[in-house]
């Protein structure tokens, strides 16, 4: 488990959040970096159904994308936004030391298409690879929820 550090952060909707963001809830974290193409749409789907299948538990759960977004338009952004009600999407840029925690290996977080799984506490828990069924992570997180009185 890696604590993430603090930053501070604007979703696309104008509100600021920072490291207290992560604390009292579980938080399924995408990175993503230009276009959200068609794996990065499908992460996000993905990430929507794993917290829907929680059931009873759904509101112990939060979606956060941290996403360079350089290059992308603005309608390009809305209409993200809008195909994803509820995902919080903030943009990043240079916060090193917070993508950082994300390198776990030589690939570039922002485009290793990875889901994260972050603790009430703000650690860095689980991470996921693209090619991992969202089964896995619905089971993972059943237990992870019933077995926790965090969040």
Not at 26 to 44: F, N
Request: aromatic share 8%.
């Amino acid at each position: 488990m890696r604590l993430l550090p603090a930053f501070d952060l604007e979703t696309l909707q104008g509100t600021l959040i920072d490291e207290t963001f992560l604390r009292g809830k579980w938080t399924i974290l995408y990175l993503a970096k230009g276009a959200c193409d068609r794996p990065c749409v499908e992460q996000l789907y993905n990430i929507r159904q794993i917290r829907l299948a929680q059931g009873k538990n759904i509101d112990r759960l939060r979606r956060l994308m941290l996403w360079n977004k350089a290059g992308v338009s603005d309608a390009q952004q809305q209409e993200l936004q809008t195909h994803f009600p509820g995902q919080v999407i903030a943009p990043v840029g240079g916060e090193k030391a917070l993508l950082q925690m994300f390198a776990l290996d030589e690939q570039d977080p922002l485009t290793a298409n990875r889901i994260y799984l972050v603790d009430p506490l703000g650690n860095l828990m689980m991470k996921y690879e693209p090619d991992k069924e969202p089964r896995g992570m619905i089971k993972d997180l059943e237990k992870l929820l019933k077995y926790s009185g965090l969040g």
